[in-house]
């Protein structure tokens, strides 16, 4: 497969076959050009003459720092002129086995840079052609095509991509492999840090941690990959594991697809808990479970796996256990219980008004029913629950309001006076707190209706139809709803009124 890979990867030193692949390394500090051979192991394959620069001696030729490091290679273009860069790789290729191969390229002159041209051909023996500097004639594994227009002056482009071995692969060779520079089209190309690695995954082996502060960071870096996947739904390349647990993953490289998975346990798995806030004169227990040949210290000396909390204050413990050791604290903070009293129950008559003033401390009062504030007046029979809530409890008590003391009646004037003075001007019924007005009718001395109202006010002012009536007598008719102990009862009471001008 040849390709330019536009994605970003993770090569592992360590695994590096190119040997000294960041030219950093030198028999002789290259003092001028034409010393690619001071760059041990590397060679020249054809009669050309390929550079290598050093910042351990400055030759003005470098126009730029080395990608990494200190050294780089450099290689000039030009009609019948091609420079290579060779090296025996520092073991052979296995069989079928996948590599990723990545290399930087920068140029002063990207509107000569020739693209799919420049790439890496892998082979069992040295290429080489010392007669000649013209093209070497083989087809490269590893082949730069990017577009023209991503060429920039002075800034490293990645080439890369993934290699299939057929097997005994042992050298590399870099360079312009497919076209050569038009007339007066010359051009020159530094080169660092070129890299094969093969394509593995690796979280390496089942791991044991000491206790829950342990964590381990899972690396599956793996070289040229485009997507990874976590048995969490994670997609990073790094997991930091932090519970025990199994933890798998799975790498896609466009070479092949890797898994990989990884048991991780905890041999001192406790935790004494979060801080915490407890009650004046209560005890709490802490508890770390029992471990063979687990040795157990407080901060207080004592040796047990338990302790009993008296007072506030930080309680830690160390267990050792084969050469692991686990802490764990907490601390415990002591406050006064919550305290609440509605006061006692109260039996009501009528029309009359009560004020529940709750007697409360230490702590945050509420109504259950979400009712705002703290003293509340009530008009009807119901039980009124309250709480009064801190870090240590919650307080809870209750009021029961009680109308049935006497019968609860509705009431009606029998007389009102519609004359604008302020003064008994609306005709108005009312009962007491458990009573739900739903209709008012006021009928003339015939029988007709003169007024009428099935929502609120439940009230006439004297007139009908936008004229004031007459004085004299009229008939009222009230429904209502009578409200007690959970029960509700319809009702309907009638009466005289008499209108007076």
Same mark, same amino acid.
């Given at each position: 497969?040849?390709?330019?890979?536009?994605?970003?990867?993770?090569?592992?030193?360590?695994?590096?076959?190119?040997?000294?692949?960041?030219?950093?390394?030198?028999?002789?500090? =290259?003092?001028?050009?034409?010393?690619?051979?001071?760059?041990?192991?590397?060679?020249?394959?054809?009669?050309?003459?390929?550079?290598?620069?050093?910042?351990?001696?400055?030759?003005? %030729?470098?126009?730029?720092?080395?990608?990494?490091?200190?050294?780089?290679?450099?290689?000039?273009?030009?009609?019948?002129?091609?420079?290579?860069?060779?090296?025996?790789?520092?073991?052979?290729?296995?069989?079928?086995?996948?590599?990723?191969?990545?290399?930087?390229?920068?140029?002063?002159?990207?509107?000569?840079?020739?693209?799919?041209?420049?790439?890496?051909?892998?082979?069992?023996?040295?290429?080489?052609?010392?007669?000649?500097?013209?093209?070497?004639?083989?087809?490269?594994?590893?082949?730069?095509?990017?577009?023209?227009?991503?060429?920039?002056?002075?800034?490293?482009?990645?080439?890369?991509?993934?290699?299939?071995?057929?097997?005994?692969?042992?050298?590399?060779?870099?360079?312009?492999?497919?076209?050569?520079?038009?007339?007066?089209?010359?051009?020159?190309?530094?080169?660092?840090?070129?890299?094969?690695?093969?394509?593995?995954?690796?979280?390496?082996?089942?791991?044991?941690?000491?206790?829950?502060?342990?964590?381990?960071?899972?690396?599956?870096?793996?070289?040229?990959?485009?997507?990874?996947?976590?048995?969490?739904?994670?997609?990073?390349?790094?997991?930091?594991?932090?519970?025990?647990?199994?933890?798998?993953?799975?790498?896609?490289?466009?070479?092949?697809?890797?898994?990989?998975?990884?048991?991780?346990?905890? $041999?001192?798995?406790?935790?004494?808990?979060?801080?915490?806030?407890?009650?004046?004169?209560?005890?709490?227990?802490?508890?770390?479970?029992?471990?063979?040949?687990?040795?157990?210290?407080?901060?207080?000396?004592?040796?047990?796996?338990?302790?009993?909390?008296?007072?506030?204050?930080?309680?830690?413990?160390?267990?050792?256990?084969?050469?692991?050791?686990?802490?764990? *604290?907490?601390?415990?903070?002591?406050?006064?219980? =919550?305290?609440?009293?509605?006061?006692?129950? %109260?039996?009501?008559?009528?029309?009359?008004?009560?004020?529940?003033?709750?007697?409360?401390?230490?702590?945050?009062?509420?109504?259950?029913?979400?009712?705002?504030?703290?003293?509340?007046?009530?008009? *009807?029979?119901?039980?009124?629950?309250?709480?009064?809530?801190?870090?240590?409890?919650? $307080?809870?008590?209750?009021?029961?309001?009680?109308?049935?003391?006497?019968?609860?009646?509705?009431?009606?004037?029998? *007389?009102?006076?519609?004359?604008?003075?302020?003064?008994?001007?609306?005709?108005?019924?009312?009962?007491?707190?458990?009573?739900?007005?739903?209709?008012?009718?006021?009928?003339?001395?015939?029988?007709?209706?003169?007024?009428?109202?099935?929502?609120?006010?439940?009230?006439?002012?004297?007139?009908?139809?936008?004229?004031?009536?007459?004085?004299?007598?009229?008939?009222?008719?009230?429904?209502?709803?009578?409200?007690?102990?959970?029960?509700?009862?319809?009702?309907?009471?009638?009466?005289?009124?008499?209108?007076?001008?």
């Amino acid at each position: 497969m040849i390709w330019l890979a536009v994605f970003l990867s993770g090569i592992a030193t360590a695994q590096n076959l190119i040997p000294n692949g960041s030219f950093e390394t030198y028999r002789n500090c =290259p003092w001028q050009d034409n010393l690619l051979a001071e760059a041990t192991p590397w060679y020249n394959p054809n009669r050309a003459t390929p550079d290598f620069y050093h910042t351990c001696f400055q030759t003005g %030729q470098m126009l730029l720092p080395p990608r990494s490091g200190q050294g780089a290679g450099r290689l000039f273009f030009d009609q019948g002129w091609a420079e290579y860069l060779g090296v025996r790789l520092t073991k052979p290729l296995n069989a079928n086995e996948c590599y990723y191969f990545e290399m930087y390229v920068v140029t002063d002159t990207p509107t000569k840079y020739q693209t799919e041209t420049l790439g890496a051909y892998f082979s069992a023996d040295p290429v080489t052609n010392p007669a000649s500097t013209d093209r070497l004639v083989v087809q490269p594994q590893i082949l730069d095509n990017a577009p023209q227009s991503s060429i920039t002056r002075l800034q490293w482009q990645r080439i890369a991509g993934f290699l299939t071995a057929k097997g005994g692969e042992q050298y590399v060779t870099i360079g312009s492999f497919t076209k050569t520079p038009q007339f007066l089209g010359f051009y020159y190309l530094f080169v660092d840090d070129i890299s094969l690695v093969p394509i593995k995954l690796d979280l390496g082996n089942d791991s044991t941690l000491c206790g829950r502060k342990s964590t381990l960071l899972l690396d599956a870096t793996t070289p040229g990959a485009s997507y990874y996947r976590w048995n969490d739904g994670s997609t990073k390349p790094t997991l930091l594991v932090t519970r025990p647990g199994k933890y798998s993953v799975t790498a896609v490289t466009n070479c092949k697809t890797l898994q990989d998975s990884i048991t991780v346990n905890y $041999a001192l798995d406790f935790d004494l808990g979060a801080d915490t806030t407890i009650c004046n004169g209560q005890t709490l227990t802490l508890n770390v479970p029992t471990a063979a040949g687990a040795t157990y210290r407080w901060q207080d000396g004592s040796r047990q796996n338990t302790l009993t909390v008296r007072a506030e204050g930080r309680y830690d413990i160390q267990v050792t256990q084969a050469g692991c050791v686990a802490t764990d *604290s907490i601390y415990v903070r002591y406050i006064r219980p =919550p305290q609440l009293d509605l006061g006692p129950d %109260q039996s009501l008559c009528g029309a009359q008004l009560f004020t529940i003033k709750p007697t409360l401390a230490e702590g945050k009062f509420s109504w259950l029913d979400q009712v705002p504030g703290i003293e509340r007046t009530v008009s *009807s029979s119901g039980v009124y629950r309250a709480s009064v809530q801190n870090d240590c409890a919650t $307080a809870l008590d209750s009021v029961y309001i009680d109308y049935e003391a006497c019968d609860c009646i509705l009431y009606a004037p029998n *007389s009102f006076t519609p004359n604008g003075d302020g003064q008994n001007d609306q005709f108005l019924a009312y009962g007491c707190g458990d009573i739900t007005i739903t209709s008012l009718a006021i009928f003339n001395r015939w029988g007709e209706i003169v007024f009428q109202t099935a929502t609120e006010p439940f009230q006439w002012n004297g007139y009908y139809r936008g004229k004031a009536c007459e004085t004299g007598v009229y008939a009222w008719s009230i429904t209502y709803k009578l409200n007690q102990r959970g029960k509700i009862k319809p009702g309907q009471q009638q009466g005289s009124l008499s209108l007076i001008r």
